[in-house]
């Protein structure tokens, strides 16, 4: 017969190991996200930004290219190049949970709320909208006249 202690004892035993292997993994990956880095830029180089281990921008940085921008192209940069790097923190953090704790519930509810707050950018594939042309213009897209 088996002893229902001995039963018991080993069934502790096991809960206990299998939380000490669980607290370990999900220590192995707070140090892994804790070490995320993803830069991204805009404005062929121009402008870029550096997100950290919570996708929060914790860089900016910028080259003599942003010279010849104006004002207001260089805060469209900046905002295209943060959302660039917050796009892959996602991806980056999946890579690191599914390594670490792997698909459990908690691991993709990380991953899960990531992806919501750090969203894709939407492709911008939208057809150029044509030039307006107003009535008697002659189709060259100015307001210079060739008569003048």
């Known amino acids: 017969m088996t002893d229902p202690l001995a039963n018991v004892q080993r069934l502790v035993d096991d809960w206990e190991r299998d939380a000490e292997e669980k607290a370990a993994r999900y220590e192995s990956m707070r140090q892994e996200v804790e070490r995320i880095s993803i830069t991204a830029s805009a404005a062929n180089g121009a402008v870029s930004v550096t997100v950290g281990p919570n996708g929060i921008p914790n860089a900016v940085s910028m080259t003599d290219g942003v010279s010849r921008l104006r004002p207001e192209q260089i805060a469209a940069a900046v905002m295209e ?68």
Do not use: C, W
């Open 81 to 148: 190049a943060m959302g660039k790097a917050q796009a892959g923190y996602p991806a980056e953090l999946a890579r690191i949970v599914g390594g670490t704790v792997g698909p459990t519930p908690s691991g993709q509810h990380i991953v899960a709320v990531a992806e919501r707050n750090f969203p894709q950018p939407e492709p911008d594939d939208r057809p150029a909208a044509p030039p307006r042309r107003r009535p008697g213009d002659d189709g060259d897209f100015t307001d210079d006249s060739f008569l003048r």
